[in-house]
């Protein structure tokens, strides 16, 4: 694992736009690491410490079911943040996380990020921000999957 | 307004209950057809019904049809030697080269991919013509999906294709959520690109929303429209919309035109 460079935190969809120096004071609770297909990031219930910017592959969520097993309920691919139950008490996963592909990450220490967006407002504001639409996002697409779209598409 | 005789040379089964029926003509045909464009299919003794094309080449013609009603199930259930009436084509296309881009963005939910199916393979038949190709692909499930066996031929023809399905099956290997999540990973400059957008009405509604927050300009997004269609010709007013004859002036038409109608209830 080594420090991730400014440049691959600029590039990264989730920080577009983000001031240089508060990238570089963001960048020093992160590092890069990486996944084989079919290891597991975190496990439902579990205490929510990190947070990813996924870079390449792809990482499904999943929930266990009893009799069905570990239930994929979304796939995030490069591009996306993975975790933000780090953000509020308890701090404890509500699914579960598995790298479906190898997959690249920047890992962040939500404690230290923590931190630092308590002594720094205006970076706490901002990341705050980025995440929240993100839950905004994936709460819409949500409510388009439980519309059950294509049921009733026609020919 | 005469059906043109057809018969059917080859039926498929792309789900359980989708078939893509190839049609040759009798005689001299419907003539030459835009991708985006339909036809009016009559199975005679029962009734007809608006289709959009899904492909075919040298007179030969490609209907992909859902089995949701009486005409649509006699169509379905067509064996080949069924002769089958055709008018048409009817209604604009999407345009491939107007206006002109660099990049091309297809994006298609459920049976929405049989319209734009022709653009793909119109676009890779080109190459050179877009920087890129991306084709994003959304279904309820796997089994849904339309046209599985060509997303290699694609794939290997330069394109980008990417699909997700809301719910997975243990045998899914692919992406899980809406297909407008796939558009963080196409590769595109959206100020250059056309975007072709068909599914389920709330579906394009969403698409075109995301692709303008990326910066797809309106008139360059475009989407196809389905409504009462019953006559093909803009005579019968079933399929107004507005002060659209979706027949007549779409299906398919610029997002600048369709979205103030499309937020209309009940329009």
Same mark, same amino acid.
């Given at each position: 694992? !080594?420090?991730?460079?400014?440049?691959?935190?600029?590039?990264?969809? #989730?920080?577009?736009?983000?001031?240089?120096?508060?990238?570089?004071?963001?960048?020093?609770?992160?590092?890069?690491?990486?996944?084989?297909?079919?290891?597991?990031?975190?496990?439902?219930?579990?205490?929510?410490?990190? #947070?990813?910017?996924?870079?390449?592959?792809?990482?499904?969520?999943?929930?266990?079911?009893?009799?069905?097993?570990?239930?994929?309920?979304?796939?995030?691919?490069?591009?996306?943040?993975?975790?933000?139950?780090?953000? @509020?008490?308890?701090?404890?996963?509500? @699914?579960?996380?598995?790298?479906?592909?190898? !997959?690249?990450?920047?890992? @962040?220490?939500?404690?230290?990020?923590?931190?630092?967006?308590?002594?720094?407002?205006?970076?706490?504001?901002?990341?705050?921000?980025? @995440?929240?639409?993100?839950?905004?996002?994936?709460?819409?697409?949500?409510?388009?999957?439980?519309?059950?779209?294509?049921?009733?598409?026609?020919? | /307004?005469?059906?043109? %005789?057809?018969?059917?040379?080859?039926?498929?089964?792309?789900?359980? =209950?989708?078939?893509?029926?190839?049609?040759?003509?009798?005689?001299?045909?419907?003539?030459?057809?835009?991708?985006?464009?339909?036809? /009016?299919?009559?199975?005679?003794?029962?009734?007809?019904?608006?289709?959009?094309?899904?492909?075919?080449?040298?007179?030969?013609?490609?209907?992909?049809?859902?089995?949701?009603?009486?005409?649509?199930?006699?169509?379905?259930?067509?064996?080949?030697?069924?002769?089958?009436?055709?008018?048409? +084509?009817?209604?604009?296309?999407?345009?491939?080269?107007?206006?002109?881009?660099?990049?091309?963005?297809?994006?298609?939910?459920?049976?929405?991919?049989? %319209?734009?199916?022709?653009?793909?393979?119109?676009?890779?038949?080109?190459?050179?013509?877009?920087?890129?190709?991306?084709?994003?692909?959304?279904?309820?499930?796997?089994?849904?999906?339309?046209?599985?066996?060509?997303? *290699?031929?694609?794939?290997?023809?330069?394109?980008?294709?990417?699909?997700?399905?809301?719910?997975?099956?243990?045998?899914?290997?692919?992406?899980?959520?809406?297909?407008?999540?796939?558009?963080?990973?196409?590769?595109?400059?959206? %100020?250059?690109?056309?975007?072709?957008?068909?599914?389920?009405?709330? /579906?394009?509604?969403?698409?075109?929303?995301?692709? *303008?927050?990326?910066?797809?300009?309106? =008139?360059?997004?475009?989407?196809?429209?389905?409504?009462?269609?019953?006559?093909?010709?803009?005579?019968?007013?079933?399929?107004?919309?507005?002060?659209?004859?979706?027949?007549? =002036?779409?299906?398919?038409?610029?997002? =600048?035109?369709?979205? +103030?109608?499309?937020?209309?209830?009940?329009?």
């Amino acid at each position: 694992m !080594t420090a991730p460079t400014l440049d691959l935190l600029a590039a990264h969809p #989730f920080l577009a736009g983000m001031d240089r120096q508060q990238l570089d004071r963001l960048a020093r609770w992160g590092h890069r690491s990486q996944f084989h297909a079919g290891g597991r990031l975190f496990s439902e219930d579990g205490k929510a410490e990190r #947070f990813w910017l996924i870079r390449d592959g792809q990482v499904a969520l999943d929930v266990h079911v009893p009799g069905r097993g570990d239930v994929l309920l979304e796939t995030l691919g490069p591009g996306s943040v993975l975790g933000w139950s780090w953000l @509020f008490p308890p701090y404890r996963w509500q @699914f579960g996380a598995t790298a479906l592909a190898h !997959t690249l990450t920047v890992e @962040f220490d939500a404690a230290g990020v923590r931190q630092l967006c308590e002594e720094d407002p205006e970076l706490g504001r901002d990341l705050y921000g980025r @995440f929240i639409a993100v839950v905004v996002d994936r709460l819409q697409a949500t409510r388009l999957r439980l519309l059950d779209l294509y049921r009733e598409d026609r020919p | /307004m005469i059906p043109q %005789p057809y018969r059917v040379v080859e039926r498929k089964f792309e789900t359980t =209950d989708t078939v893509t029926v190839t049609l040759e003509p009798v005689g001299a045909g419907i003539g030459r057809w835009a991708p985006g464009q339909f036809t /009016m299919v009559y199975a005679f003794g029962v009734g007809e019904v608006p289709v959009s094309i899904s492909g075919g080449s040298c007179g030969l013609i490609r209907h992909t049809v859902r089995d949701v009603g009486a005409v649509t199930h006699a169509i379905c259930t067509a064996q080949p030697g069924t002769v089958l009436g055709l008018h048409g +084509p009817y209604g604009h296309g999407w345009e491939l080269d107007h206006p002109p881009a660099e990049d091309l963005l297809v994006l298609a939910g459920g049976i929405g991919l049989a %319209p734009l199916r022709p653009v793909v393979t119109e676009a890779l038949a080109r190459p050179g013509r877009y920087r890129h190709v991306c084709v994003l692909i959304g279904a309820r499930q796997p089994a849904d999906l339309l046209y599985t066996h060509e997303y *290699g031929a694609w794939r290997a023809a330069g394109a980008q294709v990417l699909v997700a399905v809301d719910r997975a099956d243990p045998s899914w290997r692919g992406s899980v959520g809406v297909v407008t999540g796939l558009l963080l990973q196409a590769r595109f400059a959206a %100020p250059r690109t056309a975007a072709f957008v068909c599914g389920p009405e709330v /579906m394009m509604r969403f698409a075109a929303r995301d692709l *303008g927050y990326l910066g797809v300009p309106a =008139d360059r997004i475009r989407v196809s429209l389905e409504r009462n269609m019953q006559c093909g010709t803009g005579q019968c007013g079933h399929c107004q919309l507005g002060p659209l004859v979706v027949c007549r =002036d779409g299906p398919v038409v610029g997002w =600048d035109v369709a979205a +103030p109608l499309l937020s209309v209830k009940e329009l």
